[in-house]
Nanobody, 123 residues
Framework: QVKLVQSGGGSVQTGGSLNLSCIAS????????MGWFRQAPGKEPEGVVC???????TYADSVKDRFTISQDYAKGTLYLQMDSLKPEDTARYYC?????????????????RGQGTQVTVSL
């Protein structure tokens, strides 16, 4: 059973940075794709980024060149570094994992999800 436990997030002003973490257990990185998606109040969920089992990454256009996904295999942790944050990045962010091909859209249907963490960006 895959378990994902998130930490990080919080509130920041426009242009600021935040880092999210997702500790994964119960799976091996060489078989799972992992990613992040977000959901703002009253809006549909949006896939943000995906990283496959070989480390290839794909980003949504809305976050490209501002967000960076990475993994620390030794710590079993997935990260999302968010820079140049904008008010429209305000949402609850979730990490996810599954054994399926990777894309930001596919992150939305991954079987395993973290509990979510709030990111709020003010003007």
């Amino acid at each position: 059973q895959v378990k994902l436990v998130q930490s990080g997030g919080g509130s920041v002003q426009t242009g600021g940075s935040l880092n999210l973490s997702c500790i994964a257990s119960g799976h091996t990185y060489n078989t799972y794709s992992m990613g992040w998606f977000r959901q703002a109040p009253g809006k549909e969920p949006e896939g943000v980024v995906c990283i496959d089992s070989e480390g290839k990454t794909t980003y949504a256009d809305s976050v490209k060149d501002r967000f960076t996904i990475s993994q620390d295999y030794a710590k079993g942790t997935l990260y999302l570094q968010m820079d140049s944050l904008k008010p429209e990045d305000t949402a609850r962010y979730y990490c996810a994992a599954d054994v399926i091909p990777c894309s930001p859209e596919v992150v939305l249907i991954m079987s395993y999800r973290g509990q979510g963490t709030q990111v709020t960006v003010s003007l």
